[in-house]
T-cell receptor, first 114, second 110 residues
């Protein structure tokens, strides 16, 4: 059974903290993605990666960075957490276009910054 | 970059009725995908469309890609309570970027 696993289901952090959200996939997928989901705004792409050590900015990269040192792991970093980064964060992975492009999602991490 | 707009944002449907949700773009799309997210869950892939005018069916769900490849629709017949959730369209852009629309949240009245 294919699997994308996010390290935490719920997380509470203080303003100004450095926060790491981890995502691991076991499908040997080249592509990995980080989204945030807020009510009424759908899924907004923060960053994605198409290979180890490669990364591309998504639509809302400000305040975030990412790391992909191994193919199976993609980390999202909040350099200095702020209250407006309170959100649901979803990680996904897929094969590259034009191969099977179905994206598989993790269960999500609900981050609260206080 | 390319964007897709979904309408309506919310859809209240009487159980047993049909409804349609739409995904629109101002530019020509190379492909469109549809996902469903149940309440409290994560998005799950439903289907991908790539050809102009393509129509695909999954039981009570009918997916269509417009002739000009600028819009797509999802039509559900005889809505059931199991259809509750948020339906997203998504497109694959340059460099494997995967962008989602805002979603249509479907509520079913029994």
């Amino acid at each position: 059974d294919v699997k994308v696993t996010q390290s935490s289901r719920y997380l509470v952090k203080r303003t100004g903290e450095k926060v790491f959200l981890e995502c691991v996939q076991d499908m040997d997928h080249e592509n990995m993605f980080w989204y945030r989901q807020d009510p009424g705004l759908g899924l907004r792409l923060i960053y994605f990666s198409y290979d180890v050590k490669m990364k591309e900015k998504g639509d809302i990269p400000e305040g975030y960075s990412v790391s992909r040192e191994k193919k199976e792991r993609f980390s999202l970093i909040l350099e200095s957490a702020s209250t407006n980064q309170t959100s649901m964060y979803l990680c996904a992975s897929s094969l590259p276009w034009p191969r099977n492009t179905e994206a598989f999602f993790g269960q999500g991490t609900r981050l609260t910054v206080v | 970059g390319q964007q897709v707009m979904q309408i309506p944002q919310y859809q209240h449907v009487q159980e047993g009725e049909d409804f349609t949700t739409y995904c629109n773009s101002s530019t020509t799309l190379s492909n469109i995908q549809w996902y469903k997210q149940r309440p409290g869950g994560h998005p799950v892939f439903l289907i991908q469309l790539v050809k102009s005018g393509e129509v695909k069916k999954q039981k009570r769900l009918t997916f269509q890609f417009g002739e000009a490849k600028k819009n797509s629709s999802l039509h559900i017949t005889a809505t059931q309570t199991t259809d509750v959730g948020t339906y997203f369209c998504a497109l694959r852009g340059a460099g494997n970027k995967l962008t989602f629309g805002g979603g249509t949240r479907v509520l079913v009245k029994p």
